[in-house]
């Protein structure tokens, strides 16, 4: 079994700045792909970043140049650093995983683990 949990979320003042931290516990074998959503209210859930196990990172259009995605790969964690937030940037953050997790005896499977959100809101 895969936890993934999010934390940093909270209240920020446009052109201000927050980091989000992603960790996955539990029977992990491997971790590929770490990546970060968001669902504002009323919207629909989109990419914003995502990093590989080698560290290759993709952006969404919106946050190129004031979000960063890290990861350690030694503590299981993902960050995503927020800079120069947007009041447009207000949303619920998810961080999702693709696991290859140990699911018995001698077997194993990939599959993505869904954090259950932190709240990121920007305003003034």
């Known amino acids: 079994q895969v936890h993934v949990v999010e934390s940093g979320g909270g209240l920020a003042q446009p052109g201000g700045s927050l980091t989000l931290s992603c960790v996955a516990t539990?029977?992990?074998?491997?971790?590929?792909?770490m990546n970060w959503y968001r669902q504002a209210p009323e919207g629909q859930r989109d990419m914003v970043a995502s990093?590989?196990?080698?560290?290759?990172?993709i952006y969404a259009d919106s946050v190129k140049g004031r979000f960063t995605i890290s990861r350690d790969n030694a503590k299981n964690t993902v960050y995503l650093q927020m800079n120069s937030l947007k009041p447009e940037d207000t949303a619920v953050y998810s961080c999702?995983?693709?696991?290859?997790?140990?699911?018995?005896?001698?077997?194993?499977?990939?599959?993505?683990?869904w954090g259950q959100g932190t709240q990121v809101t920007v305003s003034s």
């Open positions: 990093i590989s196990d080698t560290g290759s990172t």
């Open positions: 539990g029977s992990i074998y491997a971790i590929y792909d």
């Open positions: 999702a995983a693709d696991v290859n997790a140990y699911t018995g005896y001698n077997s194993r499977a990939v599959s993505r683990y």
